[in-house]
């Protein structure tokens, strides 16, 4: 086909579709949707291949600039901690076992990934960090081979920030991926509300009703016995020892697998209370107003 033959029929079809979309405008804008969707998808498959490291999965090329990456080389020895806020993360890093254990902060939320377009996730500097880091891809390039930490291990404060920051990261992971949770590498720390501190001695407690029990055993249940409680209200307030002693120390620390049912349960509870329908988060409230008694805001 030569050149005034190819013009002719550009003409053609130009002037076609020019006269078909402003006569069908429902039509148009269902072809011009699905053009911005197919327009969408390229771009993120190329920001997905762009997160795939150049070299193997272990090369520090192109880590995120925040990770405080591990001298272990074998993943299944190493782990990563995604911990809540710069605070927490420089607690961490000073606290941690530096062999094996990598800290990478988050800073605030990350991206509600429930609704959200691939390549919109893919533009939120928190949740590319967080794939870099674990070098596995995402999407149709995701491959588990690829992944640098055996255990990841999400830290966030004991309070209703910290449980909607985890919830963000549950549902990033069933999500995107879900192979990581089948495969049994993630995981939720479990950090200390209260700290009661006895004379010399410093207790740690999970629950209020286990800091009741501390407190009613010291000096033979003697109410008369000092005694400091300290109710942590984020990590950040726990200086590197404690942190380390509380919920980084393997011999102590107390972590939660988190299995696909417990993923897509959190993935539900969240559609409910944060999704778009009202009616369901509306009877979620109603039905369980009256069982609140101290409410953490």
């Not at 920030?161 to 939720?188: N, Q, S, V, W």
């Not at 300290?230 to 990590?235: D, S, V």
Request: one cysteine or more; charged letters at 25%; hydrophobic letters at 40%.
């Amino acid at each position: 086909m030569n050149a005034e033959v190819r013009n002719l029929v550009d003409t053609v079809v130009a002037d076609t579709t020019l006269y078909y979309f402003e006569n069908n405008p429902k039509g148009a804008k269902i072809i011009i949707e699905k053009c911005q969707t197919s327009a969408r998808a390229r771009e993120a498959a190329k920001r997905a291949r762009d997160l795939v490291f150049r070299k193997n999965a272990l090369s520090s090329l192109a880590l995120p600039g925040k990770l405080a990456d591990c001298s272990e080389r074998n993943s299944d020895f190493a782990e990563l901690y995604i911990v809540e806020g710069d605070s927490a993360g420089g607690s961490a890093k000073m606290g941690r076992d530096r062999r094996f254990q990598a800290i990478l902060p988050l800073r605030g939320k990350i991206l509600n990934t429930e609704r959200a377009h691939l390549d919109r996730i893919l533009g939120n500097n928190e949740v590319r960090a967080i794939i870099t880091a674990l070098g596995t891809a995402i999407g149709d390039d995701f491959n588990l081979e690829n992944l640098r930490y055996g255990r990841i291990i999400i830290l966030c404060d004991a309070d209703i920030d910290g449980a909607h920051i985890r919830t963000l990261l549950l549902t990033f992971f069933f999500r995107y991926m879900p192979k990581i949770i089948e495969d049994g590498h993630l995981y939720i720390a479990q950090p200390p509300l209260y700290s009661i501190s006895h004379k010399k001695n410093v207790k740690y407690a999970f629950s209020d009703v286990e800091r009741d029990n501390i407190i009613n055993s010291l000096n033979g249940g003697k109410l008369q016995s000092k005694y400091h409680v300290q109710r942590y209200k984020g990590l950040g307030e726990m200086n590197p020892d404690q942190l380390w002693d509380t919920t980084m120390d393997p011999e102590k620390r107390i972590l939660l697998a988190v299995t696909i049912e417990d993923a897509a349960s959190a993935d539900q509870t969240f559609d409910m209370l944060m999704g778009s329908v009202v009616a369901p988060r509306r009877r979620f409230i109603q039905t369980h107003a009256k069982q609140v008694k101290n409410l953490d805001v």
